[in-house]
């Protein structure tokens, strides 16, 4: 059985490290956008794709342009920050 928890406590270890690899593209990417970067560069196409479906998830249930300012990368911190505690909980709960 010790052997279980251990296993679930490592993938969960490898999911919390995605999330929070996956929250600094989220803020590179809202930082890029302040700048206006060449949108033919490797780099910054790499990190539209990636960031891109998720900023259409939450837009499409949650108006988040307001004054020409765009909050979708704020909500999809704070969803991954929520995400991140309750894993990590539920992780040192086992």
């Given at each position: 059985?010790?052997?279980?928890?251990?296993?679930?406590?490592?993938?969960?270890?490898?999911?919390?490290?995605?999330?929070?690899i996956y929250m600094w593209v989220v803020i590179i990417t809202a930082l890029l956008s302040f700048v206006n970067p060449d949108?033919?560069?490797?780099?910054?196409?790499?990190?539209?794709?990636?960031?891109n479906p998720a900023y259409s998830l939450v837009r499409r249930y949650i108006r988040t342009n307001f004054n020409?300012?765009?909050?979708a990368p704020l909500v999809i911190i704070i969803g991954l920050q929520v995400i991140s505690v309750l894993l990590s909980s539920v992780l040192r709960a086992l």
């Open positions: 059985m010790s052997i279980l928890i251990d296993i679930v406590q490592g993938l969960g270890a490898i999911a919390l490290t995605l999330i929070n949108p033919f560069n490797p780099i910054v196409q790499f990190l539209y794709r990636v960031t020409g300012l765009d909050l």
